[in-house]
């Protein structure tokens, strides 16, 4: 981790230390960190909102811009989105300096701005911005790797809701124990995937209680190349044999994905 940055999550401890305002969810040396703050900001009517932001920091923040996930008990989800995005078009002003700290004031000083513009509140909010500037243009793809699914019914069914809501395609596979994730969509959307994968209670542990997914990987990144198939749709499908899957993944356009990621995990 940056010099930097360890100062900067510091300093956020430290401004944000009221009950239950600063958590960090994780850290990492490959992953980054992720970390979750709870404020308040001026909304309608001078009234106040709650706020519940996540932050990823990539461990080359803050060269490029954070993850930021944003939920409200009293926002509507194209709110959140919509507040989302203007706070990553803010982000991309703070580029190569800690900006953590002057997004949340930002956000606390133009929520009520952002929240009357007209479409705001409409239903089509998510594809109002589905056009908007992100960290590269273009399609991404990721592969992440699971350990295991103790719940897996609603394990499937909350990937797919998550998977529908931030308009992801790809597969989710099951071949014998092994479990793949592989996302395709904004790279923006893909970092707020994870971030919801990282901090959901999703799964349950070993005596049956709610737990965070704690054993996820992600075995590749990058963006879409001309040769890569553009997925459709998210689709769960389960495999029989390691040649099934090989398949699936040549189709793709992913051969070299499947041989360097995939085979390492059956070894």
Excluded at 138 to 144: E, H, P, R, Y
Aim: hydrophobic letters at 40%; glycine letters at 4%.
């Amino acid at each position: 981790m940056a010099e930097s940055v360890r100062e900067e999550l510091s300093a956020l401890a430290a401004i944000f230390c009221g009950p239950h305002e600063w958590e960090v969810l994780s850290c990492s040396e490959t992953d980054g960190t992720v970390f979750r703050i709870h404020t308040k900001a001026e909304g309608f009517m001078d009234a106040d909102i709650p706020l519940e932001l996540v932050f990823h920091l990539p461990v080359n923040y803050p060269s490029c811009l954070p993850g930021i996930s944003v939920n409200s008990e009293q926002l509507t989800r194209a709110q959140c989105v919509t507040v989302k995005e203007k706070l990553l078009e803010q982000a991309e002003s703070l580029l190569s300096e800690p900006m953590v700290h002057e997004l949340v004031l930002w956000i606390q000083q133009n929520l009520r701005h952002i929240l009357n513009q007209p479409e705001t509140g409409s239903g089509n909010a998510k594809c109002t911005f589905s056009t908007s500037t992100t960290v590269d243009d273009g399609l991404w793809i990721t592969l992440l790797h699971l350990d295991h699914m103790r719940a897996k019914t609603k394990y499937v069914k909350t990937v797919e809701k998550w998977a529908s809501d931030l308009r992801l395609t790809g597969r989710l596979m099951f071949m014998g124990k092994m479990i793949l994730i592989l996302l395709q969509g904004d790279r923006n959307d893909l970092k707020e995937y994870l971030i919801l994968q990282k901090t959901s209670k999703v799964d349950v542990d070993s005596s049956g209680k709610k737990c965070k997914e704690k054993m996820i990987s992600v075995l590749f990144e990058t963006k879409v190349q001309t040769e890569h198939k553009r997925f459709l749709a998210f689709e769960v499908k389960e495999y029989s044999a390691l040649d099934e899957l090989q398949k699936e993944f040549e189709t793709a356009g992913l051969k070299k994905l499947f041989s360097e990621f995939v085979l390492a995990l059956v070894k």
